[in-house]
């Protein structure tokens, strides 16, 4: 699989299996110069500024010495809260935890003024879709719909150049649900 590195610059939290397109407000440039794309979630049929599926929070891992490792005591388990990404010297950059802080954070939503992972290639188990739109079977295009954050299967494919999410690995009859996809942004 390949991922990019996004900002939430919503005020809502996004979720892992969120269908995103490139947002209309771009500020995620930090003093280093990288850039961060902001994200929408998707709200409309065929939106050729679709840019891939929500993955997870970007963390990174936080090195401790052998030393602080043995002088650590057991800690209480309790919820981690990522801290909300501020620009610095060295730009956005991923919160840094512990491997228990790692363990203990909900890495499946991106709370607003996060950094995420987006999915841009490969298979990916958790794309939301919509099958009131047209039952979803293996194999079928999906491009974006206008429910929020969800794909779509292609019924017009004069429509969906450039729209495309990539192929079903799963299939879905009805309602709303989450099936794995093989992201082939087209």
Do not use: W
């Amino acid at each position: 699989m390949s991922f990019i590195q996004f900002l939430n610059g919503l005020g809502d939290a996004l979720e892992r299996g969120d269908v995103v397109v490139i947002g209309d407000k771009q500020t995620g440039e930090s003093p280093s110069q990288e850039v961060f794309p902001e994200v929408d979630l998707t709200n409309q049929s065929y939106d050729s500024r679709v840019c891939g599926i929500v993955s997870a929070v970007s963390v990174e891992l936080k090195l401790q010495s052998a030393q602080e490792t043995s002088a650590a005591e057991p800690r209480a388990k309790k919820r981690v809260k990522t801290k909300v990404p501020k620009a610095t010297g060295k730009g956005l950059q991923p919160e840094a935890h512990s491997i228990e802080e790692l363990d203990e954070i909900d890495r499946t939503r991106v709370e607003p003024g996060q950094i995420g992972l987006i999915v841009i290639s490969g298979m990916f188990p958790y794309c939301k879709v919509n099958a009131d739109i047209a039952p979803i079977k293996a194999g079928d295009l999906l491009t974006t719909s206008p429910t929020k954050g969800h794909a779509q299967k292609v019924l017009d494919p004069s429509k969906a150049t450039g729209a495309i999410i990539g192929k079903a690995l799963g299939s879905l009859k009805k309602g709303k649900g989450r099936i794995p996809v093989l992201v082939t942004l087209q």
